[in-house]
């Protein structure tokens, strides 16, 4: 009885935890805003049509438009992902910031796969991290903002930063990337690679033509992702220190996540995380650590232990040839993984807030940005 009990118990907080970074916009949230960007041209050479981009304010942008923060978001994220650290008196302090919360490509509210009209499911061309990049960067110039104090953001939202300071040097004071990537290592590829053959393999997926969610497809890239790549072998241990109790916790996770997301929406995404070097951009021939030298924020790179899907040894390895960047561990000695960064476990939320209201606190005092 003991066991069924911790059992569920365990279900519930897993639940909770799947859950936190697909926040609902609440009707005292901001309002959604939308950029119609008309046509994207994508590097490859296709375009998105009739392209629009979903963002949120938060805050007030100041008369000499100095004071703004752009927010990327993590992958199967919205506009919502880092709310735990926007707000008065957190990092992200709105009293004094303007901050941009946007929207990626193929989140289903900046258009997506799920939601164009014109270039339905797997008719919609594919994407990379610098596209995003680029229509953030529209984005800003539509809002007449030249410089930005900050771009931010976990995950993807990560490795959407350190392209912004490679892409775009000159166009912020700093970076700061939470559990990113440079480039996508063999290890995190085959981790996404395992969970879109999970949908696609379900007969529903129909070729991505399902007229209904792909649920035990979805079922099984939940728990890929939500389940084992988002967390650690210590937090899967301290959340059940009995081996076969994961076995219930497991189906909670699959049972809350499954309907997060739209199957191809999240296929699209993953194809721009495995894409994603820094060293392809144009101008480096491919070469990755001198894309990293040519940054030129400081910046701040925050990492959690034993992260199975962005591994920390990639991170660190940025932030080694970065010319002025800080790297550490969220909330060390504890040992979260990926989700060190999801906003769902108060002491990293905690730990992040301070480091990066800290961080900040340096930034605009060399630089008197919001004077």
């Known amino acids: 009885m003991l066991r069924f009990v911790v059992c569920m118990l365990l279900t519930l907080v897993s639940s909770v935890i799947v859950t936190v970074p697909g926040f609902a916009h609440g ?13 994207l041209r994508l590097e490859s050479g296709e375009v998105i049509q009739d392209f629009a981009i979903s963002y949120v ?8 438009k100095s004071n703004a923060i752009l927010m990327v978001t993590a992958i199967g994220g919205n506009h919502h992902r880092i709310d735990f650290l926007i707000g008065s008196g957190r990092a992200l302090d709105f009293t004094k910031y303007f901050i941009i919360a946007t929207d990626a490509i193929g989140n289903g509210l900046t258009t997506s796969p799920s939601t164009s009209a014109t270039q339905p499911r797997m008719q919609f061309p594919r994407f990379t991290i610098r596209d995003m990049v680029e229509l953030q960067r529209r984005l800003l110039e539509h809002l007449g903002i030249a410089r930005v104090v900050a771009v931010i953001g976990p995950s993807m939202g990560g490795m959407q930063v350190l392209q912004w300071g490679v892409s775009h040097p000159d166009l912020m004071d700093s970076l700061i990337a939470l559990v990113p990537l440079g480039r996508t290592p063999a290890w995190t590829t085959v981790v996404l690679e395992l969970a879109r053959q999970a949908i696609m393999s379900d007969p529903a997926w129909n070729g991505g033509n399902y007229m209904a969610p792909p649920e035990q497809g979805m079922r099984l890239w939940a728990g890929i992702i939500g389940g084992l790549a988002t967390q650690s072998r210590p937090r899967l241990q301290a959340l059940a220190p009995h081996n076969l109790d994961l076995v219930p916790w497991l189906k909670g996770v699959q049972d809350a996540g499954w309907r997060r997301r739209d199957a ?3 296929i699209y995404q993953s194809w721009a995380y495995d894409a994603h070097n820094l060293g392809t951009t144009p101008g480096f021939n491919g070469d990755y650590y001198r894309a990293l030298q040519s940054i ?7 990492a959690g232990q034993e992260d199975l899907l962005n591994p920390e040894a990639e991170a660190a390895e940025a932030a080694r040839y970065i010319r002025d960047a800080r790297f550490m561990f969220i909330n060390p000695p504890a040992v979260h993984g990926h989700a060190a960064a999801s906003g769902a476990l108060a002491p990293e939320s905690e730990h992040l807030n301070a480091e990066i209201a800290r961080f900040l606190d ?8 919001l004077e």
């Open 27 to 39: 009707p005292n949230d901001p309002p959604h805003q939308l950029y119609k960007a008309g046509d």
């Open 57 to 64: 304010t938060h805050g007030t942008l100041n008369a000499k």
């Open 264 to 266: 191809n929406d999240w």
């Open 296 to 302: 030129k924020a400081k910046t701040l790179i925050m």
């Open 362 to 369: 340096l930034v605009i005092e060399r630089s008197q940005k």
